[in-house]
């Protein structure tokens, strides 16, 4: 998939505002929400259901979870709290799908494009080793930064009533808790290393705006959609991705395109790991 900007948008600065409100949009969808509410539901049933699940599962999941709130590094939502219990965590699930507060896809993302990778190492721990191999490759063919010292306090923060890189009017995401911008705390290197046929080099070329390379946020969602049976090339598949993208550029880590390269390089490559790692110039997609 192709994020495709129109013909006046030409600078980063308007990319980056077009992204923001392209998301915006994306995620206000109510037919988006009600995708959402489904797979929400899908996954109470899994919890509910699948015996494999153990309590030692739903505990490692708090255990990030909590972990994300007090670093700031991953997303996290004030209404999602106690969720290392599996009667917790179905609990608030429910009353999130359930919910008539505008942002309570907000408060169900920032838990299911990570916890299903969980679930996953107990119903199918061979795929999910597939995508976190996909994952490791990613330094490799579509990032390109130096990360900075996050003991320097210079990461920026996401502030209350803005929304994406471009910094947006909105108040979708003010029930977020604190978050860092993933991008505040990388730099773009100048020199590229990579091959001149890598993404990273694909979208240097055609003026994609560089935040923090190829997504691992959207690859550790591909998890959810392995765990549910959902095809990412599937049309729900392609659906899911561009909600998730819309949720993960909303909260300014990355651009679309860096989104749908990690669910494209994942979808060809999970069934293929030691093909891809061979592949030098020919890993574009």
Do not use: R, W
């Given at each position: 998939m192709n994020f495709i900007y129109p013909p006046h948008v030409v600078s980063r600065e308007d990319k980056l505002k077009y992204e923001a409100e392209q998301a915006l949009l994306i995620l206000s969808d109510k037919s988006n929400v009600q995708i959402i509410i489904k797979v929400t539901k899908s996954i109470i049933k899994v919890l509910e259901k699948n015996k494999d699940i153990k309590s030692c599962d739903i505990s490692e999941f708090g255990a990030f979870y909590n972990s994300a709130r007090t670093s700031n590094l991953f997303p996290t939502h004030t209404k999602v709290k106690n969720v290392s219990e599996k009667k917790d965590l179905v609990k608030m699930l429910k009353k999130q799908a359930s919910s008539k507060e505008k942002d309570a896809i907000i408060a169900i993302l920032t838990v299911i494009w990570i916890l299903p990778k969980y679930l996953l190492s107990a119903v199918d721990q061979k795929r999910k080793e597939e995508i976190s191999s996909v994952y490791s490759s990613f330094d490799r063919y579509g990032r390109n930064h130096s990360t900075m010292n996050l003991e320097v306090k210079k990461q920026t923060l996401m502030a209350k009533n803005l929304f994406g890189s471009a910094q947006i009017k909105s108040q979708l995401?003010?029930?977020?808790?604190?978050?860092?911008?993933?991008?505040?705390?990388?730099?773009?290197?100048?020199?590229n290393a990579l091959s001149t046929r890598s993404i990273y080099t694909r979208n240097k070329m055609e003026g994609v705006p560089y935040l923090a390379g190829t997504s691992g946020m959207a690859n550790g969602f591909c998890n959810t959609?392995?765990?549910?049976?959902?095809?990412?090339?599937?049309?729900?598949?392609?659906?899911?991705?561009?909600?998730?993208?819309?949720?993960?550029?909303?909260?300014?880590?990355?651009?679309?395109?860096?989104?749908?390269?990690?669910?494209?390089?994942?979808?060809?490559?999970?069934?293929?790991?030691?093909?891809m790692m061979d592949m030098g110039d020919h890993v574009v997609i």
């Open positions: 995401l003010n029930n977020l808790n604190p978050l860092y911008q993933l991008s505040s705390h990388y730099v773009e290197n100048n020199v959609l392995s765990l549910l049976n959902i095809g990412i090339s599937s049309s729900e598949g392609q659906k899911l991705e561009n909600i998730m993208s819309a949720f993960i550029v909303g909260i300014g880590f990355h651009s679309f395109q860096e989104c749908y390269d990690a669910f494209d390089m994942t979808d060809k490559y999970t069934d293929m790991i030691e093909v």
